[in-house]
C-alpha cells in the first residue's frame, strides 16, 4: 500500500506547516518583484512583504541594509536589534534618500583639510552593500582623465549630506565593470543639476549596454554572466575562450537547488520584524510631518 506523500513528509521529521509558509514566502516574493519593473501609480497598489503584512514589499530594495547577514553562524538577534535601533537614531540627523546602483549620487562629509572644512564628491554609484552600520556605497567618476573611486560608510558620523542626482537602476547590481570600459560612461560633471523624480513613478531602469575595452582586462569580466557589458569572445585568449564555454553551459540543477535558494535569502518572516522598526520610524515621521501642517 502506498503511503500518502504528507504521511511521508511526517516520518522523515520534515515540518509541512513550514513547507506551506516557504510556498508563501516564495509567493511573496515573487510579487515583490514586481515593485521594480512597472509604473506604481498608488502606494496602495504596493504588494505586501508577505501575505497579511503591513510592510511594503519595496522595503527590501530601498533599506537593504536593515537585512541581517545570511550567514547564520553571524546571527544574533539582540546584537541585529541594537544596531537597527542605532541606524534609526543616526537617520534623526542624516536623510539618506532612496538610490540604487547606477543612480548619480553627491556625498558631503566633514573633512578638516579643506578650506571650508567640507568635502564633496559626485560619481556614479557601482556598488551598494554591507550590512546594519557596515553598509557602504562606492562612487565613481573620471577627473582629469583618471578614475577615481571612494567608498563611503552610510551610518558614517562624517557624512553631512547624501542628495541623489539623477535616480535610476542599471541592468546589474555592481558596475565595477566601469574601470575597462570608456571613460565617457563614468565621467560625472561636479556642478550636475538635481533631476525630480516623481513621486508614485517607478524607478527608471538604464538598459544601456557598454562595450569593453581591448584585452587585457582587469578582471575576467566574462565569467560574471553581466548584462549591462558586451564584447567579442574571439579577442580571448585561447584558453579563457574554452573556460567561457563552460561558464556559459547552462546549469538546469540550480534552478532546482532549494537549500542554495534558501541560505542565499532570509526567510520573510524574519525580513518582517527587520522592516518594522524602519516602518514605524517613517510612520513616526509622517505624522509629525502633518501635525505641523
Known sequence: ???SRKFALRMAGVDITRITARKESILASKAAKT???KDIKDIE???PLRPGSEIPASYKYIYPEFLASTDMVRRNTLCEKLV???MLKRRTVLSIPEFYPGSIMAVTISDPNAPNKLSRFVGICICRGGNGLNAF???RNVVDGLGVEIMY???NPTVREIQVLRLERRLDDQLFYLRDCAPEHSTVPFDLDVTPHPTGVAVPLNETVLKLNPHPWKTRWELYHFRGITFDPKELPLGRAKQLEKALQPHEWVKFDIMKKYRNQIVLEDQEEMF???YQFNNARLEKRRSRR
Open 153 to 155: 560608510n552610510l551610518y
Open 35 to 37: 515593485v521594480l519593473q
Open 137 to 139: 556605497i562606492i562612487l
Open 1 to 3: 500500500m502506498a503511503l
Open 45 to 47: 497598489k504596493i504588494p
Open 276 to 278: 518594522k522598526d524602519i
Open 84 to 86: 537597527r535601533l542605532d
